[in-house]
């Protein structure tokens, strides 16, 4: 043990506690004798006399109080200053510490620096008055609460004492100032989070009262048609007959995509869309895709061109995603598309990525009704052209598929003369 470094005793039954205290001390290069009860510290502290004991409050056999006032009672040992871990909030805490003879005290939970530069102060302060040799022990009985104490202490110990209970009560203070405003923030946090669920609430709400909405519709239909098909039956009028069912046939798959969109947007809202990205030909699915439509676009004499520099054109992204997305737009494109007009597919390629849009020669959509387009639900005052059906969720889900694969998806429209979308995607040839 370095004798020219100062020697803390430490008093302190709880272990986990003891450690934590013995480390700070190490680390600041300290001497350090640790005690696990008051008796234990008062031997160790004859054996070795310490420049400084630390001694919790509360402790088995002798409290902190029971300690300090053995030492200071102790001819050879009277001189040690003496740290009390506790929190002497009540006056008579305060005069309770004196009358035993603390020297200073640190509220717990203590931070490290606060309590190394509390130590450093006591052990300073101690020095300074072993140099001056100040021994003007004062006798004073006080009456607190009806309870009688006795102080004998010399006048720096009492305001060394004075002057760490005001310091604690700052650092408390700056503490509180600190909680407060963190639980302010929080506050602000969490009412702006109900904020934002309840408008999440209102438009789950307004969600499902649309989706039950466009279901009950179709399938009100098809009920109805079911019952015409038998009166029909009944009756003996087959001329109608195939009409009918076709309409069933066209209201239940318009009920199976609404399902499937719901579904789709479900999955996506609840964030558990996985993302499977392999490099394909775009231009491959592209293909595809335009063979898909083929027969609803020659229904109204449209024609569907794809523009392309290459026939490879390889990217990175999620293909059945990908085409889901084409599908969507070149589906909507034939859907709002005049009769003897172009859908055009384009693809782009990029210094970065690749291009993709999709354009008709339609209606246009209003620049005041571009905001609904990617929101559930979210139909213009634009109306198919052959009153085909529409469940407005398409766009929505192609915009989170698309935000997913980090891009965004951008529409220009022009009353008149068509609406463009357009989109971004990785290139493998990066």
Not at 155 to 181: F, G, P, V, W
Request: charged letters at 25%; glycine letters at 4%; proline letters at 3%.
């Amino acid at each position: 043990m370095d004798d020219s470094t100062p020697i803390i005793l430490i008093a302190e039954d709880s272990s986990l506690q003891r450690k934590q205290l013995e480390y700070i001390l190490k680390k600041e290069n300290y001497n350090v004798i640790s005690s696990k009860n008051g008796k234990e510290a008062f031997e160790a502290a004859s054996k070795n006399i310490p420049d400084l004991v630390i001694t919790d409050l509360i402790m088995p056999g002798l409290d902190g109080y029971e300690l300090c006032h053995k030492i200071k009672t102790t001819t050879h040992l009277k001189k040690i200053p003496v740290i009390l871990l506790t929190n002497l909030s009540e006056p008579q805490d305060v005069i309770k510490g004196l009358e035993a003879g603390v020297d200073n005290f640190i509220t717990k939970p203590y931070e490290r620096q606060f309590l190394l530069s509390r130590v450093n102060y006591v052990l300073e302060n101690n020095k300074i008055r072993q140099m001056q040799n100040i021994d003007s022990n004062l006798g004073l009985e006080l009456i607190l609460n009806g309870k009688k104490y006795f102080i004998s202490a010399d006048r720096i110990q009492i305001m060394d004492l004075l002057l760490s209970t005001y310091e604690n009560a700052i650092h408390t203070n700056e503490e509180l100032k600190i909680a407060n405003r963190t639980l302010t923030e929080l506050h602000k946090e969490l009412l702006q989070k109900n904020s934002e669920l309840e408008k999440l609430n209102q438009e789950k709400d307004k969600f499902l009262r649309m989706a039950a909405h466009d279901i009950r519709n179709p399938i009100s239909a098809m009920l109805s048609w079911g019952n015409m098909i038998q009166d029909e039956l009944r009756e003996g009028d087959d001329s109608r007959l195939v009409t009918t069912i076709d309409l069933i046939r066209r209201s239940g798959g318009l009920v199976i995509t609404l399902l499937n969109e719901l579904l789709d947007l479900a999955v996506i809202e609840s964030g558990k869309l996985k993302l499977v990205k392999t490099e394909f030909n775009l231009v491959e699915v592209v293909d595809q895709v335009k063979m898909m439509h083929k027969s609803m676009a020659d229904k109204k004499s449209i024609e569907i061109v794809i523009d392309a520099p290459d026939k490879q054109i390889d990217v990175i992204a999620d293909r059945t995603k990908i085409e889901q997305v084409l599908n969507n737009l070149v589906t909507n494109a034939v859907k709002f598309s005049y009769p003897k007009t172009t859908v055009k597919i384009i693809i782009e390629q990029t210094k970065r990525d690749v291009k993709i849009s999709v354009s008709d020669e339609g209606q246009g959509i209003p620049a005041d009704e571009l905001d609904k387009l990617f929101t559930p639900f979210g139909k213009t005052s634009v109306k198919p052209t052959a009153g085909e059906s529409s469940t407005g969720l398409g766009l929505s889900i192609v915009k989170k598929i698309i935000d997913a694969h980090n891009s965004k998806i951008y529409v220009a429209s022009e009353i008149g003369q068509g609406t463009t979308f357009y989109f971004n995607i990785t290139s493998a040839a990066k």
